[in-house]
Structures are given as structure tokens and as C-alpha cells.
């Protein structure tokens, strides 16, 4: 199969569509045994993140190349094959789903950033991760697992301890980050 048809329809920036209609009418267009995936992470517009736009959710279908074991003149290799990869994204309302997007979860941006290489984004996933959690057990980020503490106060005084450790180990990943930062430009 050749990469030329799947990017040929799709392009370079995903493919918005609101109904079944709308995707078997996409999905028409391609060939026939173009493998399609789900995205395991939902997507966000960057400059979402920082504006104060209004958000809305959406559909998309995106041309992506995966490496998928393929039977090649009766031997199995490793071959980069076009696919579909379907997925969800927030994007700001009235613009339409940008060509590149971010995980909206600090762990799927960690995962995305190890392989990527990028140790900056990696440092700032995993504190963002180890703030919200302890959000969530402080009751500061999400209150559900907090509320359902109040009535064991020495669950409520470990918890917001915990909290509190998270935090600090948080801080000390991005103290971490300067020195790491500082090593590697001396």
C-alpha cells in the first residue's frame, strides 16, 4: 500500500467530522484495506492551553505512517504502513483542529516526550502529573477522593500530607531540570 492516497485525502492537518455519515463518506474515498486506528490519547489545540478561548470537543480522522510487521515476498519485516488514526481533540471554537496537537494528560505527554526525546517537556509532564495528584488528594485539584476521607480525619491528615509530599518532589524535579540544564551547557 502506498502512502500517497491515505495523505492524498486526508493531508497534513486532521480531518474533522460530526457524524457516521461524514466518516464512512471519508473512509469511502480511501483504499480499502487501510488499517485505521484509535488514538489512545486525547488531543489538544496548543494555543488552547494559554488563551482564554472558548473550547469546543471534536472528531478527526489524521494520515499517519506506523511501522507494522507485513509479509513482503514471503518474509515478515518491519515496514512504515499509511493508517488512519481517529481521535478526539479540544480545540478553540470556530478554528478547526490545528496539525499539531499536545495530549491533554501529563502522562501521555511524558510517554509522547520520552519518545520524542525531549527532556523539557518530559520534566514539565511529570510535575504537572505529581501536582494534580496530589490535587486529588488534597481535594485542591479534584475534591471527590477528599470528600469521600472526611469522615476519617487520620485518612484526611495523610492524604493532605502526601499532598504536601507530592509537591515538594515536584519542586525538587524542577531544581532537578536546572541542574541537569547547567551539566549539560558547561
Known sequence: MSAVPVHAVLGEEP??????????????????????????????????????DEERVTAAASAVTLPQMVRVAGEVEQRPVPTVELGAFYVVRDRSVP???????????????????????L??????????????????????????LAGDSDLVS????DAVLLRHAAQRLAALRVRIDAYLAG
Open 123 to 148: 520534566f514539565a509532564a511529570l510535575r504537572e502529573l505529581l501536582e494534580f495528584v496530589a490535587g486529588c488528594l488534597d481535594g485542591q485539584t479534584d475534591a471527590s477522593l477528599y470528600e469521600q
Open 15 to 52: 480531518v474533522e467530522f460530526a457524524s457516521a455519515g461524514e466518516l464512512a463518506a471519508l473512509m469511502a474515498r480511501l483504499p480499502a484495506d487501510t488499517p485505521v486506528i484509535v488514538s489512545h490519547a486525547v488531543r489538544a489545540d496548543p494555543d488552547l492551553a494559554d488563551g482564554d
Open 158 to 161: 495523610q492524604a493532605e500530607m
Open 99 to 121: 496539525a499539531v496537537t499536545v495530549p491533554v494528560s501529563p502522562y501521555e505527554q511524558a510517554v509522547e516526550a520520552i519518545s520524542a526525546g525531549n527532556d523539557e517537556a
